[in-house]
């Protein structure tokens, strides 16, 4: 079939940008454009050193080999500038930075003629050889600069590799009078770039062939031309950002290791970066274990020695990082691989009969000894070149299975007492299409401009260099390096091929100082908790220098050093939690740039100390009437009056000599460290008075660890994330022994307050820790602080929980590159699983956090659980709801997409939240055969019916309140089988014709410890003084809140309300013969509310097309910082509502004085009379509430 000679219609324009991203988009690329390349540069030829295999390669290459290398010189280059016309193509994975490069070819271009046109081939290089292509106008270009992803034109893995090809591609050279070609890849693709440049050549086309290094595996790199391959800065960064949190999560609860696998396929440059930026405790180096012909035992051995240490030292907690080639490198498995990759590599489906019969029996005695779970992914679909597809290994988990094994000999032989529980975590795809660094998309619009000026100067078969990049971006070199030169000969699909030599890791020699840097710390990481948080990527490059940082690695190959480790201060036992203070200096660059920020508060607290605000009592608070008798059991005062801050011009006496303790008993959250700044810069001002924590949360309250929170200690964590200071462990004061606990605590540390930081069940403890301290004439006022990053902490008085603005900033930015990742690659459906409610609040799933994370990002469908209990759908009727999607989607020729599901989703489906309720009443552990024997038949139906790794984590350890623990539950995985299958139904029903290529993935731990917003940061440190003023004072029984926050801070409203104002009661269900313990109640997602409407009225043009916008990172300057989540800034304020009223009546009693109207008087008396009767009706008897009224259907008992 001939292939296409005419441009088709552009349709991939995007159709939404974030805020970020406009912001991005008008940032002029040529501020960063090197001087060389002002105007049309002058080319320099010289001479090319050739490589090892320099004379195969000539017989290869005959009409380009001896190709010379070109440097550009200031200048105009020679002869007459006509208009060029040259193509693109984008070839292989994803990387930040590639529209720029684009950008630069299409500025080059224009520059050297204003008339010059760009083409751009579509979806890789097969767009070449059929003929897919568009014209590339302003407009388009300038709807993508400094954009991440590849969406622009898309890619493809396809290379040209037949005559056939090879001559259809020239006949549309040709047919479109191309002048060059810019191919933009990695290896494989410049050296396919390469053999067409020959080819074209040497049949007499006109067509010129350059290539851009791209590639975020860093493993193009060819010192001196090519110092470094475009998007890997972006990707190491994005990737270093979240390991920073998991190591912040890491200290803060003290209990499980992190098992970091990175993207990087074949070589370990992405995970020796990150290690470098973020100092895990281990960092496994790929070239090293080869080099060393380390056996998986020697792995583990060596990883056990470090762990069983680290327990010594009472450190049952660490991180470590591997890259996802790991298992190449091992030699045993590097064998099986090879051969693998060799005896298959032309076989669509194998068995594992099948491999053993091919394999020598050497790596056949390999395979079998491997677990089930590895042998099944080693014969997973391999990739275009026939490989094994090394990504979905889970090298991860085999190292975490032999490593539990050998802890647990070394436990039986008494030499191990500690624990080990893994937390696994795979970051890849969340890494190729990010907005690009500074660093990223000045060097991509330098290449481009580069490629440019190497086809308007004739040129082919090079691959534009751009070098000195220590140096200020103006005075970078830029040039091209013959791709012949780099080329090497390795055996490809059983054949010698071309390729670039990949760069790996070096461990000696000109290169070989990244390694010798890790090498010289290594040893101190294994014991330290060195951990570096380099937070969010910044583009504020004004304000923020380290916005503007190149990559560790190249800063150490270009020959400049870093810092040896800081001594930190000594690590001190208090009960079972350690105490790991971290000083200022140990800080990373944006951290400590962080703490210079003055925090923002409301006008009220301008003047931030004790006698400069006053606080005032306003109207008493009640309680719903048909809730009262039940509550007045529990409490002893339902009418606390609200208390409100106000400034105070008196500037009356200071309190003196309170001592304030406060406990971080929720989980991490962004924030928390500034509620603590709040406190700790608010106490300052009482004379003798001070600020007591407890290390280890409820734990070390019981047990009396505290310390006294200094200001000079505070500062060092001001604007971090975590809880990494005081730590937490579990959340729960709750029985007699540990209120009597909390009580001795008090009592022996003189405390006048004590502040408890956490969500609806921290608070709901607060409440009544409130009141055994009232009926026991304790003088410890309990101060409750709203906080987790699920965001169900709030009601009518509380507007935003501490620490969900930046988590649902931080999990939109990976669901924003995810989904524009997959709308580059168009074949994977993304199913991401976002933590929630379900893990943070309870036995109550809420689903804010999935909603804010939708409404930021645009996905293609949300499954929220709120609208899956309300409509009481089946799993079959969700599943068959997204199959629709899908399939409505691939008739539209889109095989792809992304698809947010909320962590407590399971529980929202009516039949599996009746199995869960029956498996939350069996003990645990507890057999699958007894399991079975106690559920009712239609739960065990359901059971027996689900795959088998679902079986088994329903199975798995309860959360501290014996509820099951939905985080555990992979419920992306299984939604995407039970997809994948009923698509599979209707393609045997030819109703589907569609491709469907699941990836899941579960966004949690990399985003809960994320540096705070600005706005999470002032509103926690004003939290943190309104809770000092509250506990001073000793309003017992009572939450900071601020309300109004929908307005500039300084118009925020600062106070108090009593905990009984905000409890409800469950109604009851039918065998119940008592009311439950009032509580304050997780809030659900308001399916009436402004947020969900906001989804709903666009969440059918999601489905359909591709309405992605990426937030992008995190901003803490710039105008992107000031934006506040949705979820936040559309709840309604109540306590402004209750001011509007009691301003209505106030004027209707000023109208209605002794002396008006008496028509005024019946009008005004008849209406009030009217609207108390409609009141009355409101509130009836506990047994007739509404179901939707503040309770939702997951909060009544079934």
């Known amino acids: 079939m001939a292939p296409c000679t005419t441009p088709q219609p552009y349709n991939r324009a995007r159709k939404a940008y974030s805020p970020l991203q406009r912001q991005r988009l008008a940032a002029n690329c040529k501020d960063f454009l090197p001087s060389v390349l002002d105007g049309c540069p002058t080319a320099v030829k010289k001479e090319a050193v050739s490589g090892q295999d320099a004379e195969v390669i000539k017989g290869l290459f005959p009409s380009t080999h001896d190709t010379p290398l070109i440097e550009f010189v200031a200048g105009v280059a020679s002869g007459p500038h006509e208009p060029v016309k040259v193509?693109?193509?984008?070839?292989?994975?994803?990387?930040?930075?590639?529209?720029?490069?684009?950008?630069?070819?299409?500025?080059?271009?224009?520059?050297?003629?204003?008339?010059?046109?760009?083409?751009?081939?579509?979806?890789?290089p097969h767009g070449i050889f059929t003929g897919n292509f568009v014209e590339i106008t302003d407009e388009i270009m300038d709807g993508f600069r400094n954009t991440g992803g590849f969406d622009m034109l898309g890619s493809g893995r396809h290379k040209i590799e037949s005559e056939e090809q090879f001559k259809d591609s020239m006949v549309v050279c040709n047919a479109i009078g191309l002048d060059g070609l810019v191919v933009i890849g990695g290896d494989d693709s410049n050296t396919n770039g390469a053999v067409l440049a020959e080819y074209f050549k040497a049949n007499g086309c006109k067509t010129k062939v350059v290539g851009a290094p791209k590639t975020i595996d860093g493993d193009l790199k060819c010192p001196p031309h090519i110092p470094v391959s475009f998007g890997f800065d972006t990707a190491c960064k994005t990737y270093a950002t979240l390991v920073g949190n998991v190591a912040v999560d890491a200290l803060s609860a003290q209990k499980?290791?992190?098992?970091?696998?990175?993207?990087?396929?074949?070589?370990?440059?992405?995970?020796?970066?990150?290690?470098?930026?973020?100092?895990?405790?281990?960092?496994?180096?790929?070239?090293?274990?080869?080099?060393?012909?380390?056996?998986?035992?020697?792995?583990?051995?060596?990883?056990?020695?470090?762990?069983?240490?680290?327990?010594?030292?009472?450190?049952?907690?660490?991180?470590?990082?591997?890259?996802?080639?790991?298992?190449?490198?091992?030699?045993?498995?590097?064998?099986?691989?090879?051969?693998?990759?060799?005896?298959?590599?032309?076989?669509?489906?194998?068995?594992?009969?099948?491999?053993?019969?091919?394999?020598?029996?050497?790596?056949?005695?390999?395979?079998?000894?491997?677990?089930?779970?590895?042998?099944a992914q080693l014969l997973l679909d391999r990739d275009p070149h026939g490989n094994v597809q090394v990504a979905k290994i889970e090298t991860e988990k085999l190292l975490a299975a032999t490593i539990s094994a050998e802890l647990k000999a070394r436990k039986e032989r008494g030499t191990y007492t500690g624990t080990f529980a893994p937390q696994f975590h795979a970051f890849g795809y969340e890494g190729r299409a990010g907005l690009p660094t500074i660093f990223d998309a000045s060097y991509c619009y330098a290449l481009g401009c580069t490629a440019a000026a190497l086809l308007c100067n004739g040129c082919t078969g090079l691959i534009a260099s751009v070098k000195n990049l220590l140096a200020p971006a103006k005075e970078w070199q830029c040039g091209g390096v013959p791709v012949t030169s780099l080329c090497v000969i390795e055996r490809r699909k059983g054949k010698d091929k071309p390729v670039i030599r990949k760069a790996l890791v070096e461990m000696d020699g000109p290169m070989s100082q990244p390694f010798a840097y890790f090498s010289k710390i290594r040893k101190q990481l294994r014991?330290?908790?060195?951990?570096?948080?380099?937070?969010?990527?910044?583009?504020?490059?004004?304000?923020?220098?380290?916005?503007?940082?190149?990559?560790?690695?190249?800063?150490?190959?270009?020959?400049?050093?870093?810092?040896?480790?800081?001594?930190?201060?000594?690590?001190?036992?208090?009960?079972?939690?350690?105490?790991?203070?971290?000083?200022?200096?140990?800080?990373?660059?944006?951290?400590?740039?962080?703490?210079q920020r003055k925090p923002q508060v409301p006008k009220v607290m301008s003047e931030f100390k004790v006698g400069a605000i006053q606080i005032v009592r306003g109207s008493k608070t009640m309680v719903p009437e048909h809730m009262e008798q039940v509550i007045e059991k529990h409490f002893s005062s339902i009418q606390a009056p609200l208390l409100a801050l106000e400034g105070s011009d008196s500037k009356g006496h200071a309190l003196e000599n309170k001592n304030i303790g406060v406990v971080f008993c929720g989980r991490q959250a962004p924030g928390c460290h500034d509620i603590l700044c709040g406190l700790v810069d608010m106490i300052k001002s009482s004379p003798g008075s001070k600020i007591v924590g407890f290390v280890g949360g409820t734990k070390g309250l019981f047990a009396k660890q505290a310390l006294t929170l200094t200001p000079e200690l505070v500062e060092a964590y001001r604007g971090t994330g975590g809880l990494e200071l005081l730590g937490r462990t579990v959340d729960r004061i709750k029985s007699s022994e540990e209120l009597a606990l909390v009580e001795a605590a008090c009592k022996e540390l003189n405390l006048a307050g004590l502040v408890l930081v956490g969500g609806a069940?921290?608070?709901?403890?607060?409440?009544?820790?409130?009141?055994?301290?009232?009926?026991?004439?304790?003088?410890?006022?309990?101060?409750?602080?709203?906080?987790?990053?699920?965001?169900?902490?709030?009601?009518?008085?509380?507007?935003?929980?501490?620490?969900?603005?930046?988590?649902?900033?931080?999990?939109?930015?990976?669901?924003?590159?995810?989904?524009?990742?997959?709308?580059?690659?168009?074949?994977?459906?993304?199913?991401?699983?976002?933590?929630?409610?379900?893990?943070?609040?309870?036995?109550?799933?809420?689903?804010?956090?999935?909603?804010?994370?939708?409404?930021?990002?645009k996905p293609n469908v949300l499954l929220l659980s709120e609208e899956v209990d309300d409509k009481r759908l089946s799993l079959q009727e969700l599943v068959k709801q997204i199959a629709d999607i899908v399939a409505q989607r691939a008739a539209s020729g889109k095989n792809f997409g992304t698809i947010l599901v909320a962590e407590g989703l399971l529980a929202a489906i009516p039949e599996f939240r009746t199995l869960i309720t029956e498996l939350e009443a069996i003990q645990m552990p507890c057999t699958m055969d007894k399991v079975l024997s106690q559920l009712t038949k239609w739960s065990k139906a359901l059971y027996e019916s689900l795959p088998d790794f679902i079986q088994e984590q329903l199975l798995l350890e309860r959360q501290s309140n014996a509820a099951l623990q939905l985080s555990q539950l992979e419920t992306e995985r299984l939604m995407a089988a039970l997809v994948e299958d009923e698509l599979q139904h209707r393609k045997k029903k030819s109703t589907y014709k569609g491709s469907f290529s699941p990836v899941c993935q579960f966004l949690g731990y990399q985003a809960r410890c994320s540096m705070p917003s600005d706005f999470d940061s002032d509103y926690a440190y004003t939290?943190?003084?309104?809770?000092?003023?509250?506990?001073?004072?000793?309003?017992?029984?009572?939450?900071?809140?601020?309300?109004?926050?929908?307005?500039?801070?300084?118009?925020?409203?600062?106070?108090?309300?009593?905990?009984?104002?905000?409890?409800?009661?469950?109604?009851?269900?039918?065998?119940?013969?008592?009311?439950?313990?009032?509580?304050?109640?997780?809030?659900?997602?308001?399916?009436?509310?402004?947020?969900?409407?906001?989804?709903?009225?666009?969440?059918?043009?999601?489905?359909?097309?591709?309405?992605?916008?990426?937030?992008?990172?995190?901003?803490?300057?710039?105008?992107?910082?000031?934006?506040?989540?949705?979820?936040?800034?559309?709840?309604?304020?109540?306590?402004?509502?209750?001011?509007?009223?009691?301003?209505?009546?106030?004027?209707?009693?000023?109208?209605?004085?002794?002396g008006c109207d008496p028509k005024q008087v019946r009008i005004a008396t008849r209406s009030l009379a009217t609207l108390n009767d409609i009141l009355d009706e409101l509130s009836g008897p506990l047994a007739a509430t509404p179901s939707g009224e503040r309770l939702s259907k997951y909060q009544r008992r079934e």
């Open 87 to 124: 193509g693109v193509v984008l070839s292989g994975g994803q990387a930040p930075g590639g529209h720029n490069v684009i950008a630069g070819i299409f500025d080059g271009i224009k520059q050297f003629h204003p008339n010059s046109t760009m083409i751009g081939f579509l979806d890789g």
């Open 256 to 375: 499980y290791y992190h098992l970091v696998r990175l993207m990087g396929r074949s070589a370990t440059n992405i995970a020796l970066e990150v290690a470098l930026i973020t100092r895990p405790n281990a960092c496994l180096i790929g070239e090293e274990v080869s080099r060393d012909k380390q056996s998986l035992k020697d792995i583990t051995m060596d990883l056990v020695d470090m762990i069983e240490q680290r327990s010594k030292d009472g450190k049952d907690y660490g991180v470590i990082v591997l890259p996802e080639g790991l298992i190449e490198f091992i030699p045993e498995f590097n064998a099986l691989i090879s051969e693998l990759n060799d005896k298959l590599a032309t076989d669509a489906k194998v068995t594992e009969e099948a491999v053993l019969a091919v394999l020598s029996p050497e790596n056949a005695a390999c395979f079998k000894y491997l677990p089930d779970f590895i042998r």
């Open 527 to 595: 014991s330290m908790d060195a951990y570096q948080v380099p937070g969010p990527t910044q583009f504020d490059a004004v304000n923020c220098d380290a916005s503007k940082d190149i990559p560790l690695t190249l800063q150490l190959e270009l020959g400049k050093t870093l810092p040896d480790l800081q001594e930190l201060p000594a690590v001190k036992q208090m009960a079972n939690f350690l105490y790991v203070p971290q000083p200022r200096e140990s800080r990373s660059a944006l951290q400590q740039w962080r703490m």
């Open 761 to 857: 069940r921290t608070n709901t403890d607060a409440a009544y820790l409130a009141e055994h301290m009232k009926s026991n004439n304790v003088n410890t006022a309990v101060i409750g602080i709203p906080c987790g990053i699920e965001g169900s902490m709030v009601n009518e008085f509380v507007e935003a929980s501490v620490g969900f603005d930046s988590c649902a900033k931080a999990t939109a930015q990976l669901v924003g590159n995810t989904a524009i990742d997959g709308s580059s690659a168009r074949k994977y459906y993304y199913f991401l699983r976002v933590m929630d409610g379900s893990t943070t609040g309870g036995k109550s799933p809420t689903s804010h956090l999935a909603l804010e994370v939708a409404l930021s990002t």
């Open 1023 to 1154: 939290l943190g003084g309104a809770a000092a003023l509250l506990a001073l004072n000793g309003h017992n029984g009572y939450m900071a809140v601020v309300s109004d926050l929908s307005q500039p801070c300084e118009n925020w409203r600062v106070g108090g309300v009593p905990f009984t104002a905000m409890l409800s009661v469950p109604p009851l269900s039918p065998h119940e013969t008592f009311f439950p313990r009032p509580a304050i109640l997780p809030n659900v997602v308001d399916l009436e509310g402004e947020a969900f409407k906001s989804w709903s009225d666009v969440r059918s043009a999601c489905a359909r097309d591709e309405l992605y916008e990426n937030p992008g990172p995190i901003q803490l300057s710039g105008p992107s910082a000031s934006r506040v989540s949705m979820s936040i800034t559309s709840r309604h304020s109540y306590l402004n509502e209750l001011s509007k009223l009691q301003g209505f009546l106030s004027h209707v009693t000023e109208r209605c004085r002794p």
